[in-house]
T-cell receptor, first 116, second 112 residues
Framework: DTEVTQTPKHLVMGMTNKKSLKCEQH?????MYWYKQKAKKPPELMFV???????INESVPSRFSPECPNSSLLNLHLHALQPEDSALYLC???????????????FGPGTRLLVL | GENVEQHPSTLSVQEGDSAVIKCTYS??????FPWYKQELGKGPQLIID?????GEKKDQRIAVTLNKTAKHFSLHITETQPEDSAVYFC???????????FGTGTRLQVFP
């Protein structure tokens, strides 16, 4: 099973709201990722967690706050977002054997976010 | 940092024809090159990957070639079918990071 699940599928929020995106995998992977994908563009890396510790933060604004409560779960907390943050947010996971292990990243279906 | 260029941006073929998508990368220290297929409303799905110690890899109708000297790699799809229609992304990963750098994508349309 190479499934990564994400909830919700769609989310509409106002600029003053607080919401969370959730990602789950049961493949025993120890590395998890958040990507942002704008329409007709490639995915862009936001955060990487390795063994539940944040290992990469691609200079993402603080209104995005990641959390990895355990090795199967990854959350992205959203607060005071801007309309330009509207995008598809993708979660991915890989085995997590170590940096540079050339591991396949398995993507979830994404959460389509609209900020009004 | 790494930069990946991908061509063409759109590709239309007749069912049964072959399709070729090409990517070039800038960082010679990149050593892992996956290809993803993204259908409408879905996340990217890995279709094939190649590592820098290999020049070619094939999986049924799909093949990938890598030229390390020229720093380019290509996806070949033979006997295309309408269900191959999707956006295809190439990517490159530096040997010492977990960061995938994606190409700009190719929208492939296969007409029956």
């Amino acid at each position: 099973d190479t499934e990564v699940t994400q909830t919700p599928k769609h989310l509409v929020m106002g600029m003053t709201n607080k919401k969370s995106l959730k990602c789950e995998q049961h493949m025993g992977h120890r590395a998890m990722y958040w990507y942002k994908q704008k329409a007709k563009k490639p995915p862009e890396l936001m955060f990487v967690y390795s063994y539940e510790k944040l290992s990469i933060n691609e200079s993402v604004p603080s209104r995005f706050s990641p959390e990895c409560p355990n090795s199967s779960l990854l959350n992205l907390h959203l607060h005071a977002l801007q309309p330009e943050d509207s995008a598809l947010y993708l979660c991915a996971s890989s085995q997590g054997e170590g940096t540079g292990a050339q591991e396949t990243q398995y993507f979830g279906p994404g959460t389509r976010l609209l900020v009004l | 940092g790494e930069n990946v260029e991908q061509h063409p941006s759109t590709l239309s073929v007749q069912e049964g024809d072959s399709a070729v998508i090409k990517c070039t990368y800038s960082d010679s220290a990149s050593n892992y090159f996956p290809w993803y297929k993204q259908e409408l409303g879905k996340g990217p799905q890995l279709i094939i990957d190649i590592r820098s110690n290999v020049g070619e890899k094939k999986d049924q109708r799909i093949a990938v070639t890598l030229n390390k000297t020229a720093k380019h790699f290509s996806l070949h799809i033979t006997e295309t079918q309408p269900e191959d229609s999707a956006v295809y992304f190439c990517a490159a990963e530096h040997y010492n990071t977990d960061k995938l750098i994606f190409g700009t994508g190719t929208r492939l349309q296969v007409f029956p």
